[in-house]
């Protein structure tokens, strides 16, 4: 601790000290070994002023709420009825001391601002990076990309999944709800099959794929929520989950991401899988889940 | 009941077993300690709170003791009973 802290921490202390003298006796030894051992954790010069001034502020309050009676307990049993009113408006701390305490706020407050103008220019020294003198120099030429050693492997092309297996859209029906799982669009160009490349089918929701009514949200039907979800799923060639869903864009409701998140979860090997010339391999794709309620 | 009282009572429900002292519900609840211990004193004085001197050797650990507070049962009840009011813990 510097001489600069050291002095603050002594200010703080004494107007702890004086604080807890102000306190209903009852309170007054307690509160000031309370509040310095709580001073002790605060770091900082101006944490500690600032809790030291905050219980003068709480000894003001602890007078106010709990001396009276005590005061009134005290006249009573030694007969000074007159003294009751008196001692029960009597305010904890005097003028004199409110205004000595104000002068050394703003006097620290002074001080610090100083202290800290003083210290910028070292400070903004230190975080400043040195200085760097540039100068022009000619543009280098841009480096050749390399060439493909086996196109087989660079180029994965990626096609329109087929329609999901099986109806997911239940039938309409008054007051129904809607949900519906689609595959996400796909990333990357589209088109006939070029020699020498990989036929990339992304997977999605397959044969037995859970109804998405049935993760509806009770909460969410109730209040109306509609959305549609973008949830990202990794499946191995089984068509089962190879770890937990994730979403990928919400649906701006949590109620709902969380009915979809449910469902991909549920759907776990009834996904159809990623393949690749036709073989099913492990992969990870978005999908999205709409929730949608009908009239 | 004030926010600042709401603020505290939350800081012991974190783990009501728990005892606390008054920097460490500052930590938890942010509050400045001219409204902490005023707050700290009066559930005390109702019975939600009793407390207690830290059991150490100030001279052989070098630092004061520290007063800790902890919830009562009653004080448990009555807090829960208070967030219950505002709907805490109901799943929508």
Redesign the interface.
């Known amino acids: 601790m510097n001489a600069h802290d050291r002095w603050f921490d002594g200010i703080a202390r004494n107007l702890i000290q004086h604080a807890a003298r102000k306190t209903p006796p009852a ?1 007054s030894e ?2 000031g ?6 001073l ?3 770091s900082g010069a101006f944490a500690q002023l ?2 030291a ?6 000894t003001h ?2 007078a106010h ?2 001396g009276a009676p005590v005061r009134a307990a005290v006249a009573t049993a030694t007969g000074k009825t007159t003294a009751v009113h008196d001692a029960g408006s009597e305010p904890s701390f005097s003028r004199r001391t409110v205004v000595i305490l104000v002068v050394i706020g703003l006097h620290v407050l002074v001080i610090c601002v100083l202290a800290a103008a003083i210290e910028a220019p070292k400070v903004l020294k230190t975080l400043l990076p040195p200085r760097i003198d540039v100068s022009f120099v000619p543009k280098p030429a841009p480096p050749v990309p390399p060439t493909p050693v086996d196109a087989k492997l660079d180029i994965i092309r990626l096609v329109d999944p087929p329609p999901p297996v099986g109806p997911q859209v239940p039938p309409e029906r008054p007051n129904a709800i809607q949900g519906q799982v689609t595959e996400a669009p796909p990333v990357g160009p589209t088109g006939p099959p070029l020699p020498g490349t990989v036929t990339r089918v992304l997977g999605g929701p397959g044969a037995g794929f859970p109804k998405t009514d049935d993760f509806y949200p009770q ?1 969410s039907i109730r209040l109306h929520e509609m959305g549609t979800a973008t949830v990202s799923v990794c499946v191995d060639g089984a068509g089962r989950l190879m770890r937990k869903p994730a979403i990928d864009q919400s649906s701006g409701s949590g ?1 709902l991401d969380e009915g979809a998140l449910r469902l991909a979860n549920a759907g776990s090997g009834h996904y159809r899988p990623t393949t690749e010339d036709g073989r099913p391999v492990s992969a990870c794709y978005p999908f999205r889940v709409r929730f949608q309620l009908r009239d | 009941m004030s926010f600042q009282t709401l603020k505290v009572l939350e800081a012991f429900l974190e783990n009501p077993g728990d005892e606390l ?3 460490d519900v ?1 930590k938890r609840s942010g509050i ?7 707050i700290l ?2 559930l005390e ?1 109702a019975g939600w709170f009793v407390s207690r001197w ?1 059991a150490i050797d100030p001279a052989s650990v070098g ?5 800790l507070y902890r919830l009562t049962r009653s004080g448990l009840a009555h807090a829960s009973g208070v967030f219950a009011s505002f709907g805490r813990g109901i ?2």
């Open positions: 309170f307690r509160l070994e309370e509040w310095l051992a709580d002790a954790v605060r600032r809790f001034l905050g219980c003068c502020w709480a309050v602890i709420e709990f909460s109620r | 002292s008054g920097a500052h400045a300690s001219g409204t902490l211990y005023p004193l009066r004085s830290e630092r004061p003791r520290r007063r799943p929508v």
